[in-house]
């Protein structure tokens, strides 16, 4: 799924930018931000960036979810993690924009902390991507092989289990059935 040479672009802006942006930390909140003090900030590397995809404008226009068709799409925007003494402490997210790829965040501790455990735990997963469902406010890890690992915001918003396993297809079929359904009773009946 990542684009040949774009995990390689990615780093790059990405070490290129982290000092400037950990300094735009504000004094005192370094906390608030996974840190435990502006020392960290000396010791701060990158790790493997994670691209994010989503849900393309077919997957809810298609009745039913077929399994030959890709309903998923790039978002155009990265998560790279903060890395400090081997632990994951925030994320930076960097957009593409008009062909130039940028930061223009850091944050996502929790996101940032759950990737970390999620990269001990699988070991043997080099390329992992993140699919975010943003109709859920949830975040999977997606593998090259089209394997699902749902993460917290997930299994709490899909109500599955968070340590299992599943295949895109079987994903999406539960979002399908289970969860647009429902956002689409609430926005109905908000009218």
Do not use: C
């Amino acid at each position: 799924m990542i684009g040949f040479g774009q995990g390689s672009i990615i780093s790059k802006v990405a070490n290129e930018g982290l000092k400037d942006y950990l300094e735009k930390i504000p004094l005192g909140q370094e906390e608030m931000f996974g840190f435990n003090n502006r020392h960290d900030f000396s010791k701060a590397e990158i790790g493997i960036p994670y691209e994010v995809f989503t849900l393309n404008a077919d997957f809810f226009n298609d009745e039913n979810i077929r399994r030959d068709k890709n309903y998923i799409i790039s978002t155009g925007n990265w998560r790279v993690p903060i890395i400090v003494d081997n632990e994951y402490r925030a994320l930076l997210t960097i957009s593409n924009f008009n062909k130039t790829y940028g930061i223009v965040k850091i944050g996502a501790k929790g996101l940032a902390e759950e990737l970390g455990l999620f990269k001990q735990n699988y070991t043997s997963i080099n390329t992992p991507n993140i699919l975010r469902v943003f109709q859920l406010k949830g975040d999977f890890i997606l593998t090259s092989n089209r394997t699902i690992y749902p993460l917290t915001s997930a299994s709490n918003g899909l109500l599955v289990d968070g340590k299992k396993v599943y295949s895109l297809y079987a994903i999406l079929v539960l979002i399908k059935n289970k969860v647009i359904p429902n956002i689409n009773g609430i926005i109905n009946e908000g009218k």
